[in-house]
């Protein structure tokens, strides 16, 4: 279980702060939100998300440099809440988060699940 909360812990935080200092991220206001977009150096996008006083909020998404989706999930105020979704090559990994923390992990390969860890 360690192993996992390490693995999704850092392929998240990877994609917030892997940006190069020349690509620049596209920030717009929304209401009471700011949409940020943030760019692999090929162009694509690397992520999108909203801010709510300086903070992560609402749908989060992660986009590899060939701009496939590979993980997804949802924050409220800064904080990871529900259910975050993972996509790799060996499948789906489905991590739900409580209190910010996460409470269980489902692997799944070929749309059935094949490990779930508590």
């Known amino acids: 279980m360690r192993n996992i909360t390490l693995i999704a812990a850092l392929l998240f935080s990877g994609f917030l702060f892997a940006q190069e200092p020349n690509v620049k991220p596209v920030l717009e206001k ?4 700011v949409k940020a977009t943030y760019f692999h150096d090929n ?3 690397a992520q999108t998300g909203f801010y709510k006083n300086g903070k992560p909020h609402g749908e989060w998404k992660g986009y590899d ?4 989706k590979i993980a997804s999930g949802k924050y ?9 979704f993972f996509w790799n090559q060996e499948g789906l990994s489905e991590v739900n988060f409580e209190n910010s923390r996460i409470a269980s992990v489902t692997k799944w390969s ?8 508590k």
């Open 43 to 45: 162009g694509e996008i």
């Open 30 to 33: 929304d209401g009471d939100l």
């Open 76 to 84: 409220e105020e800064g904080k990871k809440v529900g259910k975050w």
């Open 110 to 117: 070929n749309g059935r699940s094949i490990v779930v860890n």
């Open 65 to 68: 440099v060939e701009g496939k």
